[in-house]
């Protein structure tokens, strides 16, 4: 591995998820030394399956690539500034809709490679126990964080950290479908095309499938969790499908299972509910149960899921699963450089941060590369003003960002990037957010903030792996 160029600082990162390999390339274009520290093979977790960087765990869905969506601009200023992780990803896209949708493991094997490769960071498979002496540091360990450098990381905040349990959704093959009972067809889409595969159930057979998923056996909470009942608390954007149904039996027709904007052919009419199957991959091998996050056995899922029409035979490649999601108190523990209040030259990103979702980790693993090479590229980073390099507010990187901070009033919970964390144009008074006007501001103010920092392009300073 090459040694830092100039007066670039050799950077640890943990964690060999989106944020830090996002981070480790992008610092690494800079010019610094990376050392990437990843657990897996050696130690996983219960989610991951693969010694791959970069693994998508969950969904295999980015969300939206349209620009007049929170997460499309939010994708565009990240391919705008030459995000590694997001060319990775359009590089690997799969038919998903209007949603950035990718071939999983082509995707982190692209990733894998694109890190392995370059020629500033090296990457040791090891377990982190406990908090490196190494500054600057970036802890990017992901929901998943060792419970070990949990417990350590824990005993050097003047805070503490929350924890909740997190579900992902079960995985089909393909030709153990019934395509005969299904449809083709995207919500609001034109009839009989689109990316998705639609089961429709009438009536009777949501009422019978709900009421299966009530009295479905589940798995018990890991020992200990019943001591710590807030860890419990299941993030809303991914709730289990039995726990949404709990709410109320009309609530999965409402949401993962509404049938608006999908017309059925075999009836011309709108379904009282459908399940959607979206492709795993480009082949479309594989697919994914879109909503259908689980905490049921195995045993019930199959029982369960293959009363949906069309999936009476599916076989099943992987089952949903409920694993545990640890993440920081931001706006008590992040200072305005990013570090952690309490350890000078750390930082944690992505989702240990308390950022939800793959989109938002890539950037804050952008993010926090912005500020540690500005800051450590100068002689004195602990008097560093990260307030003249971090994008405005008004764009979306800058609004999710300013989702960390301390707000007025509410618990933290992880965040997701919408609408209503952008500043509001001056002079709108009604309560209805005002997107167009929010998206052409945050252009202009993205525009101009990234004309400022035309330095940072990869592309123009060849010095990339």
Request: aromatic share 6%.
């Amino acid at each position: 591995m090459r040694k830092p160029e100039g007066n670039r600082k050799a950077v640890t990162i943990v964690g060999g998820g989106l944020a830090g390999t996002e981070a480790a390339l992008r610092l690494a274009d800079r010019g610094h030394s990376v050392l990437l520290l990843e657990m897996r093979p050696r130690t996983t977790s219960g989610a991951h399956k693969t010694p791959l960087l970069g693994e998508l765990v969950c969904s295999n869905s980015l969300k939206s690539l349209s620009p007049q969506t929170p997460h499309g601009l939010l994708k565009e200023e990240l391919l705008k500034s030459g995000s590694p992780v997001i060319e990775s990803a359009m590089e690997c896209r799969i038919p998903g809709g209007g949603a950035l949708v990718v071939d999983r493991d082509a995707f982190a094997r692209r990733l894998t490679d694109r890190v392995l490769s370059h020629p500033r960071i090296r990457v040791e498979r090891r377990l982190v126990d406990r908090l490196p002496a190494d500054r600057p540091l970036i802890l990017a360990t992901g929901p998943l964080t060792h419970p070990s450098l949990v417990e350590d990381l824990t005993t050097h905040l003047p805070g503490g950290r929350l924890a909740f349990y997190d579900a992902i959704a079960p995985i089909v093959e393909a030709d153990s479908l019934d395509f005969d009972r299904l449809f083709r067809g995207d919500r609001h889409g034109t009839p009989g095309s689109g990316d998705h595969w639609n089961a429709p159930m009438d009536r009777e057979t949501y009422e019978r499938f709900c009421e299966a998923l009530l009295e479905g056996e589940q798995v018990p909470p890991h020992e200990g969790v019943e001591d710590h009942p807030e860890v419990l608390r299941a993030f809303q954007a991914c709730q289990p499908i039995e726990s949404l149904a709990e709410t109320g039996r009309q609530t999965l027709a409402f949401g993962p299972l509404r049938p608006v904007g999908l017309v059925d052919p075999s009836t011309g009419r709108e379904p009282f509910a459908v399940v959607q199957l979206r492709p795993e991959n480009a082949e479309g091998t594989a697919f994914n149960l879109v909503g259908f996050q689980t905490r049921l056995r195995y045993p019930e899922q199959e029982r369960i899921f293959r009363m949906i029409p069309g999936l009476e035979q599916a076989r099943f490649l992987r089952h949903g699963s409920l694993h545990r999601n640890t993440f920081l108190d931001a706006p008590a523990l992040l200072k305005e450089d990013l570090t952690l209040s309490g350890l000078p030259g750390v930082y944690a990103t992505g989702q240990i941060l308390g950022v939800e979702g793959y989109t938002e980790s890539v950037t804050m693993g952008f993010l926090t590369a912005l500020v540690l090479d500005s800051a450590w590229s100068s002689d004195t980073p602990w008097t560093f003003d990260a307030k003249t390099v971090l994008p405005p507010a008004e764009t979306a990187m800058g609004a999710l960002l300013s989702g960390l901070f301390p707000r007025r009033s509410g618990t933290f919970a992880p965040v997701n990037l919408h609408f209503g964390l952008f500043p509001r144009p001056f002079g709108a008074t009604s309560r209805r957010i005002p997107r167009e006007q929010i998206v052409a501001r945050a252009r202009r103010a993205f525009s101009g903030w990234w004309a400022g920092r035309s330095d940072w392009d990869s592309r123009r300073l060849g010095v990339g792996g």
